[in-house]
């Protein structure tokens, strides 16, 4: 059988005209050379060049010459293709995020990591922290930034950042008027609407006043025209209360502890995608700056179940 290498001798050799120019290109000795192009011939059972000094080729050598041009092309186009893919420079990298990271972090990172990644293809879904866990326990998503919640045994969890919660409530509501921030005594006579960030918190005074909440909304376009609509106020990451519609406000909470945790999702024993794997990197490596930039407390990375 030939061997490609063996090929690629032999058009090296064709196109210099000469095996000393032949073997400098390839870095090979001149000896290495004429003995792999004596082999090919040996296998071929007939010369490929009319004379010692390569000048010319016979007509056998004409015809392996344009095939085997073909064929390394196509080889080497195969082979980078290849180390492209797994170098995480190409391939399809699914993510889902929350709805806040989506809209304020991920742009950004994904304009730095697909300027070099011209191959590379992401799908995004953004939703809420129990979805995105879902997606990724059933390999629907190959990576997922959420909080760590009622995690699932079959997820692995990577820490970014904590990022306070606040109160968001009308702007003409008696509570903007308070002083800040808010301890709890202040809002527990407000009428709250409950939704998914609020399953993190633990606080004793915000449990008691959660239990006589009779409103929740998952969705936070939805819950965010709730306000507006005088039916209540509710709590949000600080980073979800960047950009608010007119008419609403985020107020500071006196309880430091009333804060979301969000970090990388990732199904527990299954080997990473290249890409996933670079895009992981990436990520972690750009919190720091973008905690500084969004006011958010960066954590050390550590893989947990």
Not at 138 to 157: F, H, R, V
Not at 225 to 231: E, G, L, S
Not at 288 to 299: C, F, G, I, K, R
Request: proline share 5%.
């Amino acid at each position: 059988m030939l061997r490609t290498e063996a090929l690629r001798v032999f058009v090296t050799v064709a196109e210099c005209g000469n095996i000393k120019d032949a073997a400098d290109r390839l870095f090979r000795t001149q000896s290495a050379i004429s003995m792999t192009l004596k082999q090919v011939e040996d296998q071929l059972g007939a010369p490929l060049f009319e004379t010692d000094r390569k000048h010319s080729l016979t007509d056998l050598g004409q015809f392996v010459q344009g095939v085997a041009t073909v064929l390394l092309r196509d080889h080497d186009s195969a082979v980078a293709l290849i180390e492209t893919y797994a170098k995480g420079n190409s391939g399809r990298l699914r993510l889902a995020s929350v709805p806040s990271v989506a809209s304020r972090l991920i742009p950004d990172l994904l304009r730095g990591f697909l300027a070099s990644r011209h191959e590379a293809q992401v799908d995004l879904v953004d939703t809420d922290s129990a979805d995105v866990r879902h997606l990724v326990a059933t390999g629907q998503a190959d990576l997922g930034i959420g909080s760590p919640a009622g995690i699932e045994e079959t997820l692995l969890y990577t820490p970014l950042f904590q990022d306070q919660l606040k109160l968001v409530c009308r702007t003409d509501s008696a509570f903007a008027t308070l002083p800040h921030p808010l301890p709890w005594s202040d809002v527990a006579s407000a009428t709250w609407i409950l939704n998914e960030t609020t399953r993190l918190i633990s606080t004793p005074d915000f449990l008691a006043i959660a239990a006589s909440a009779k409103l929740r909304v998952r969705n936070v376009t939805s819950l965010l025209a709730m306000v507006q609509a005088h039916v209540g106020v509710t709590l949000l990451p600080g980073l979800a209360t960047l950009a608010l519609p007119a008419g609403l406000c985020a107020l500071p909470l006196a309880d430091a502890s009333c804060c979301r945790a969000v970090g990388i999702l990732q199904r527990d024993g299954r080997v990473q995608s290249p890409i996933s794997v670079e895009f992981q990197r990436y990520l972690v490596n750009s919190i720091p700056s973008l905690a500084v930039q969004y006011n958010l407390t960066a954590m050390r990375p550590s893989s947990a179940s």
